[in-house]
Every structure is written in structure tokens, then in C-alpha cells.
């Protein structure tokens, strides 16, 4: 059983994030913590420089809220929202919080992935924890 699990949420796909939650719940150990982690994808400062002041700020605090939304009623599961590459940061914030174990969910494989990788891929192939992938 696992003391710190983290589930990765993304929004840009319609998935069903109580199976994941599910999963980690019962990979969980008694008191275990579990992390609903969405990672905003980063603005290129070339880009930045032309968005409104303070709309950066505005995205992130409308994705905590609509990761908020999202776990209304889900007890035990602290939602986080941070900024930068999905697949790098994931791998990171999991080192800096002594997760233990990642339940990420992944897309039926496809020719894509081939060329483009995939988050859930990246996770599993660089993590330094346990990763469960679930379909």
C-alpha cells in the first residue's frame, strides 16, 4: 500500500477521473494521502508578453476552481494545479512530495503516439516511483 498517491487530471480530454480515484483509493494505505495533480501547460514568454496583466494568474485560479468542481464530494483528495510541461513536471512534483506512486490514465494507444509520445508514456519511462496506468 502506498502513503502519497498522486492522479494526474487532465482537462483537454473527456475522461472519467473516478476510476483513477478509485484506483488510488484502493492502492492507498489507511491515512494515505492522495493528490489530484492538472498541470497548466506553460506560455512561452514570446507569447506572455502580449496576454493582459494578470491573465496568467486568471487561468490558474479558474483551473483550481474547476479542479475544485471536479472533486466536490471526492473527501481525502487535495487538488493542485501547477504550471508547466505535463509530462516533465508530473515526474517532478512526484520527486519534490515524496509521492510514492502516480495512477495516471491513458488513451487507447494510436499512431500518434508513435510521433508524439504521450504523457502517461513519459511517466511511466522516467518516474522514479511506482506508476499505475489505467485505460
Same mark, same amino acid.
Given at each position: 500500500? @502506498?502513503?502519497?498517491?498522486?492522479?494526474?487530471?487532465?482537462?483537454?480530454?473527456?475522461?472519467?477521473? +473516478?476510476?483513477?480515484?478509485?484506483?488510488?483509493? $484502493?492502492?492507498?494505505?489507511?491515512?494515505?494521502?492522495?493528490?489530484?495533480?492538472?498541470?497548466?501547460?506553460?506560455?512561452?514568454? @514570446?507569447?506572455?508578453?502580449?496576454?493582459?496583466?494578470?491573465?496568467?494568474?486568471? +487561468?490558474?485560479?479558474?483551473?483550481?476552481?474547476?479542479?475544485?468542481?471536479?472533486?466536490?464530494?471526492?473527501?481525502?483528495?487535495?487538488?493542485?494545479? &501547477?504550471?508547466?510541461?505535463?509530462?516533465?513536471? &508530473?515526474?517532478? @512534483?512526484?520527486?519534490? +512530495?515524496?509521492?510514492?506512486?502516480?495512477?495516471?490514465?491513458?488513451?487507447?494507444?494510436?499512431?500518434?503516439? @508513435?510521433?508524439?509520445?504521450?504523457? $502517461?508514456?513519459?511517466?511511466?519511462?522516467?518516474?522514479?516511483?511506482?506508476?499505475?496506468?489505467?485505460?
Amino acid at each position: 500500500m @502506498y502513503k502519497h498517491i498522486l492522479v494526474p487530471i487532465a482537462f483537454d480530454h473527456e475522461r472519467d477521473v +473516478n476510476e483513477a480515484l478509485g484506483i488510488a483509493r $484502493a492502492l492507498s494505505e489507511e491515512g494515505g494521502k492522495i493528490t489530484a495533480l492538472h498541470v497548466m501547460d506553460e506560455v512561452p514568454a @514570446y507569447v506572455a508578453q502580449y496576454l493582459p496583466e494578470g491573465r496568467l494568474e486568471e +487561468n490558474m485560479a479558474e483551473l483550481k476552481e474547476r479542479l475544485a468542481k471536479e472533486l466536490e464530494g471526492k473527501d481525502g483528495v487535495e487538488p493542485v494545479v &501547477i504550471s508547466g510541461h505535463p509530462g516533465h513536471s &508530473i515526474i517532478e @512534483y512526484a520527486k519534490d +512530495n515524496d509521492v510514492d506512486c502516480i495512477v495516471v490514465a491513458s488513451h487507447r494507444p494510436g499512431i500518434q503516439d @508513435y510521433f508524439l509520445g504521450s504523457t $502517461a508514456a513519459r511517466v511511466v519511462r522516467h518516474a522514479a516511483c511506482s506508476v499505475h496506468v489505467c485505460r
